[in-house]
């Protein structure tokens, strides 16, 4: 071997190394095998039609999981969130019929009990004390038996159409209003993380808390800030749900929590809190997604195909241990 | 065979990771029954060799004898069976466990299979303890010890093990200068038992005094095995760093100037320490003696404003200061470094110029938006002018090596264009040649004008960069010297001059009816 082969291929084990380190890079590896297997297997998979479908269908799972991220980042859990939806999307369906179907009005009331409810579980993990996971297993609790009480055990029925083209069915200029939303919540969330002080503050706020105090952080209000957005972002997606339903559901979401929470430790959240990125959330709910598209495509029934969207969740896990104990030297 | 077989063998270890070499082809030998000392700057390997004994690491090259016999260590556990013991910094101990349960954890004596005979888990643990000289009550709590006596605790568990090597990597790291008079008394004993140690440290005075042998360890090689006694703190510093520090020679030292920047009135913090008064001038390096418990810390935390004194003033330029945060202390134009590097200091997912911009972000926020280019400037001026040895400024900060991420966390304060640093231990566990820079840092700092307090458990230290140094023990002020003026003797005196009456706290609420009076 000459002097010049053994730098070339030195060369390219350093870049595969890199590439191997990126976690973005394996993901969309996965991503990218998943949806080639479905191409095979099913024609309709890889049509426009399914795509703008799976798009749709999901983009309440999407938003949720991208507020999800950013309370991880702090080190917290929000599992409030399918419940706080359930009950915005009740409490907007119910303005609706008390405000004469002012869309305003039920946008307002939608937005604000999806906001005071991330508020209070800020409040309540900070200044209370209280582990995020059991401050928003109560408010969980507390969300969805309101949403009941409100909805009296039923649903209540939205006969509003420019409610349902605004939160459901709508386009623009051919791009569903749902697609379009999900983008540009992205983007602001993005962008929050990558380029504001806020966004650097809650990355510090999750990797050290004592360090982030030190630094003059005002972690109290970095952690109250990513409660509240879940929240109001939860709330966004109940006026979604009510939407798409053409109803507000005081039972829906159930365990949406759950899918989101999975969605962004696949995409590269720490559960220890300061490591993770929007990209890589869209990225791990994508992966959801698209697996349970194709599965649903190729005829495989509900109960079937969330015993294997678990048993993916926890293999793409144990991939990403061996991966992180391969870096670091440890067996 | 005359010789007995050396305890432990290694024959052309290597090592990587991606991107570094941590070991190339080390071979040594290790005597039974000698201290064997280990020594190198950080990222030199002691602790890639010691993770590759202990069966954490996995060697990609070369083989481990023991006693003459090929063994392959597959993990811990492997490692202690085999006769391998380790006391790491970190302690490895469960603290609100009992003594003898640390000891015995998991073998502890049995009877019907499952439950525990404390009467002879507490005999057995009384004997160990003897056996190292200790009056230690088997049932007393972990959590109840001194750092010194949970290491007796370690070594002990050790012994129960029945290991014939120990490998203490920096015991004497947090541990007081008493302490490690009587951890040395016990290494000397485990010894006479024909015991192997294997001292690692960066304090060379200990390894000259306790060592046998001595294997210097430099960017992953071997550089020198020989006799301890055939050296001096400069071969040895030599050596480490390949080449001579000037700067090992005291330094010449800018007189401050007359001006007081801070001065600190009869401040009190319940439990902790009472009557500290001291004025710090413009320019000025004043040192913090004292022992662990002198509560130096707690002091240094009330000044950042992380604790709230119970009474007493800060004065800042002549003006009184109230103030009870650390950003409030920041912006204030005082700085605050933490001993606790990893806990406290440390954004691990972070590069390094977002971890050294994290406290001044201000300074590059544009309508809440960060300017990543003049942000990334401040992190390659402060990468130059302190020399942070990085591979690149996207580098994650979790893999420089210790001194580096010092030099990290020292440029974060300083980019807060502070007028007063506080810095508590900031040499500790890092190596010989980042020392060095770190106090030419301060010298520097102190030369344009900066005030700077500063805590150390090395006196040396204290001495070779302060103007001034302030002894403390238990809460109170014990003394104060002009650093020209004073010796170790006298500072170690002082901070050993504790109160028969106990400590503040017992006192404490005393004095506060008085004040309130």
Request: proline share 3%; aromatic share 6%; with cysteine.
């Amino acid at each position: 071997m000459t002097e010049s082969e053994g730098k070339s291929r030195r060369a390219g084990r350093a870049v595969m190394q890199r590439l191997l380190r990126n976690e973005l890079f394996g993901l969309l590896l996965a991503l990218l095998i998943i949806i080639l297997a479905f191409s095979i297997l099913s024609p309709y998979f890889l049509t426009l039609e399914n795509w703008l479908n799976i798009g749709i269908q999901t983009s309440i799972f999407f938003i949720l999981s991208c507020g999800m991220t950013i309370v991880i980042l702090t080190r917290g859990i929000d599992l409030s969130v399918a419940a706080v939806l359930a009950l915005a999307s009740v409490l907007s369906a119910q303005s609706l019929l008390l405000f004469d179907n002012s869309i305003f009005i039920a946008l307002i009331v939608g937005l604000l009990v999806g906001l005071l409810f991330g508020l209070l579980n800020g409040l309540l993990v900070v200044y209370a004390a209280i582990e995020p996971f059991l401050v928003t297993l109560g408010t969980m609790s507390m969300a969805r038996g309101a949403a009941l009480l409100f909805a009296q055990g039923s649903v209540v029925p939205v006969k509003n159409e420019r409610f349902v083209f605004l939160f459901a069915d709508g386009q623009l200029l051919q791009v569903p209003l749902l697609i379009l939303y999900s983008a540009v919540i992205f983007a602001l969330l993005h962008t929050l993380l990558r380029t504001s002080r806020l966004g650097r503050n809650v990355y510090a706020v999750g990797g050290n808390p004592t360090a982030a105090l030190l630094s003059g952080i005002n972690i109290k209000r970095i952690r109250v800030f990513a409660y509240t957005l879940s929240g109001l972002l939860a709330g966004f997606s109940g006026l979604v749900a009510t939407g798409r339903l053409s109803a507000g559901l005081p039972n829906y979401g159930s365990g949406l929590e759950l899918d989101a929470i999975s969605a962004a430790v696949l995409g590269g959240t720490s559960f220890m809190g300061g490591k993770g990125s929007i990209i890589g959330t869209i990225i791990g709910a994508m992966i959801i997604a698209i697996i349970d598209n194709g599965l649903n495509l190729l005829g495989i029934n509900f109960y079937t195909r969330l015993i294997i969207k678990g048993g993916i969740i926890v293999a793409a896990m144990y991939w990403d241990h061996l991966r992180q104990v391969s870096l670091s030297g440890n067996k | 065979m005359s010789n007995p077989e050396p305890a432990v063998q290694l024959r052309g270890i290597s090592k990587s990771f991606p991107g570094v070499r941590a070991l190339h082809d080390v071979s040594l030998d290790i005597k039974q029954g000698e201290v064997f000392g280990l020594i190198g700057e950080n990222g030199a390997g002691k602790s890639t060799l010691v993770k590759i004994l202990a069966g954490i690491y996995r060697k990609d090259k070369g083989e481990i004898l023991l006693y003459g016999n090929r063994e392959s260590i597959e993990d811990p556990v492997d490692a202690q069976q085999k006769g391998l013991s380790f006391i790491l910094q970190d302690r490895n101990l469960c603290p609100q466990l009992s003594i003898q349960e640390n000891i015995f954890a998991g073998r502890q004596p049995l009877q019907l299979g499952a439950f525990i005979r404390w009467k002879k888990l507490h005999q057995e643990t009384g004997q160990i303890l003897r056996q190292l000289q200790s009056d230690l009550e088997p049932a007393r709590t972990v959590a109840s010890l001194s750092v010194a006596e949970q290491q007796l605790v370690e070594i002990g568990r050790a012994i129960s093990f029945r290991s014939r090597v120990i490998v203490m990597d920096e015991p004497t790291a947090s541990i007081s200068e008493e302490e490690v008079g009587a951890l040395f008394a016990l290494i000397r004993g485990l010894k006479e038992q024909g015991i192997t140690v294997v001292f690692i440290s960066h304090r060379l005075k200990e390894v000259l005094e306790i060592t046998d042998r001595v294997a210097v360890l430099r960017d992953g090689e071997l550089v020198k095995l020989g006799e301890t006694r055939a050296e001096s703190v400069e071969s040895l510093i030599r050596l480490m760093v390949g080449r001579d520090i000037e700067s090992v020679r005291p330094q010449a030292k800018v007189a401050p100037k007359d001006n007081p920047v801070l001065s600190v009135r009869e401040l009190c913090l319940q439990g902790h320490f009472e009557a500290i008064s001291f004025v710090l001038r413009e320019g000025e390096i004043l040192g913090f003696a004292g022992l662990v418990g002198a509560k130096r810390t707690e002091l240094f935390q009330t000044l950042f404003g992380r604790r709230k004194p119970t009474s007493g003033q800060i004065l800042l330029r002549g003006k009184p200061v109230r103030y009870s945060s650390p950003r409030e202390a920041l912006s204030l134009g005082i700085a605050y470094l933490s001993e606790n590097r990893k806990e406290e200091g440390l954004f691990p997912f972070l590069e390094v110029d977002k971890n050294i911009s994290m406290a001044a972000l201000e300074k590059y926020t544009r309508f809440g938006f960060i300017d990543r280019n003049s942000e990334r400037e401040a992190g390659r001026r402060y990468i130059d002018s302190l020399k942070i040895k990085v591979s690149s400024i996207n580098q994650l900060v979790n893999f420089l090596s210790g001194g580096n991420q010092q030099k990290t966390l020292i440029a974060r304060e300083l980019l807060t264009s502070p007028q007063i640093v506080l810095l508590d231990e900031p040499t500790v566990g890092i190596d010989v040649g980042a020392k060095f820079e770190i106090y030419n840092i301060l010298a520097d700092l102190a030369a344009q004008g900066v005030s700077i307090l500063l805590i150390s458990s090395e006196l040396n230290e204290l001495l070779r960069v302060c103007h001034r140094i302030i002894v403390m023990c238990q809460g109170r002020m014990t003394g104060e010297f002009q650093a020209e003026e004073v010796t170790q003797e006298t500072l170690l005196a002082r901070a050993t001059q504790f109160e028969r009456r106990g400590t503040v706290e017992s006192r404490g609420a005393r004095n506060q009816s008085g004040v309130r009076r």
